[in-house]
């Protein structure tokens, strides 16, 4: 076990579960927080969280291959572990698991998983490997880590639902908390990917945030969705998102489309557009204006 | 939590997760039988061996339609659960997990899981759905009873491998025994779809046997596997069976076609084949006569 600023370190699946083992002999509760790494206070927030609900907090930090295409931004996505570590131990982390590509994924692995419900349509039809390759990752670290609680980021709404199905399909006993999105002063969601934003794209970005919640509030009032969603997208692209993958009034839980109108179950607007070769999401609750 | 004849039934996984809990705060640990009823000594000897290696022994009954197809037996699979706890409380069982279908599969369920590998094939081609429905309900059964060990039949060899496959891909904390095939005095491997023979079919069914064995020692000898092969399924087609599904020699681990010959690695001959309406499966391992 090395030490990083006085955040241990593992990197084997073997020296978590001795950990966390050592915590559960002692009585402590444990919570999970599987990230990318790229840390910012977005992450650090569920940290927090899981800190409010367990004992002891130990976070992940993989990019997961089996969740990227081919031509995605797997090569490029940021890798700072360092600095990850110091944020971590700063916001009362106490142990990271920061396993390489081999020990997560052993030659000869042939396991597939598709969640289906929640994870077609939206993330599912722009970007077909991704929940695939997050039920797999996320099976995996849940059954490593056999956490209590593990803490997800609700900026991945669509994830955050996928995963919620998958561990009540398979049974995976650990309670899945959902922590509500970090935005900065301007309301962009944090997320790694903004580090690849020139200063005039940020300015872009910003508005993604006010677009949705424009539209959201339009949702909620009884505005026809189609309209709703073709409106919001041309206001992305007056904006100047490059283009715009998706804007969609959802079910909150199950990503459906409503068949009826809104009032029939919580709503939930979601985004994903394109500014230059970044690619944002966001996403906030469907609700009248107060 | 009901008695059956001094053996305590609980019907839902929250019940399980209680006593196994208990358990564990007492230090014990946990093994953990999988079945689908109709138990015979092949099911109890699976169960004295969990006996062997853990404190506490869970088995569960629970005839899975996930991995019946439409035209197969699962409406008229034998069930006599009375009989099984009894059986079980015999081999030294402590519990018997009988839950519902709408226990294991509540409404709005959508994962599904695809094995690959050694899923591929075999029973995976005769039975397409089987390994799916098996890799469903063991990982839900894994992960509500987080036992330590589980045992499995060698009778099912195809489906330890998968299982094993399936619990190494995902990181299912749950070390997988196999435990020999029991034979009649026949050599007849015990299987409860056996109580669907005639006197008359009983008796070409304990040719499977024989006939396996000798095909195993031919080609542990070097002879050509697809004159083996060949071979064996007309002296069963011989014997009296009504058709052949299939009779392979294959690598004993992943069920891979020998590239080279057998002598590259563990070997295992395998058969499916029909006597009227019954369907039967052997396997035993390649090994030269002694």
Redesign the interface.
Known sequence: MAETDALPVVRS?AAL?QTLSDWRRQGFTVGFVPTMGALHEGHLTLVREAGQRADRVVASVFVNPAQFAAHEDLGTYPRQEARDAELLAGAGCHLLFAPSVEEMY?A???????????AEGLEGEFRPQMFGGV??VV??LL??A?ADVAVFGEKDWQQLMVVR??V??????TEIVGSPTMRDGHGLALSSRNAYLSEAELEVARQLNGVLAAAGAAAASGGSLDVVERDAREALLRAGFSHVDYVAVRRAD?LAVFEGGVADAPGRILAAAWLGRTRLIDNMAVAAPS
Chains 1, 2 share one sequence.
């Open positions: 699946v579960r052993p000869g692995a042939t396991t597939t998983i598709s969640v289906g419900g929640p039920a797999l099976t995996k059954n490593q056999r199905r998958l009540r399909d398979l049974d995976i006993p199950d």
